[in-house]
């Protein structure tokens, strides 16, 4: 069955930099594009970047120029790499592609605060 776990959330001070990696298996990874979505508390879950199979990327406003999707066919492994870290990126992040949407991960906690 499709799996999606994240791994790499933590407490982090404003400025600082986390990797967050997701696993995939179940699907055909290479050929779908990959998204790194987040829920803060109380608010709706969004997309901050995406990845398609032929490696573009998109972010949204609010992270660009602070985070980097990279993903490795080779491990079904998408990454973000999240620097200059704000207290308004505390959230929940997630991996996953619209085709799956009935079955999300658990999930990794990123709490940036001093």
């Known amino acids: 069955q499709v799996q999606f776990v994240e791994s790499g959330g933590g407490l982090v001070q404003p400025g600082g930099s986390l990797r967050l990696s997701c696993a995939a298996s179940?699907?055909?990874?290479?050929?779908?594009?990959m998204g790194w979505y987040r829920q803060a508390s109380g608010k709706q879950r969004e997309l901050v970047a995406g990845?398609?199979?032929?490696?573009?990327?998109n972010y949204a406003d609010s992270v660009q120029g602070r985070f980097t999707i990279s993903r490795d066919n080779a491990k079904n492994t998408v990454y973000l790499q999240m620097n200059s870290l704000k207290p308004e990126d505390t959230a929940v992040y997630y991996c996953?592609?619209?085709?799956?949407?009935?079955?999300w991960g658990q999930g990794t906690q990123v709490t940036v605060s001093s």
């Open positions: 179940g699907i055909s990874f290479s050929n779908y594009f």
């Open positions: 996953n592609n619209p085709r799956f949407f009935g079955s």
């Open positions: 990845i398609t199979s032929g490696r573009s990327t």
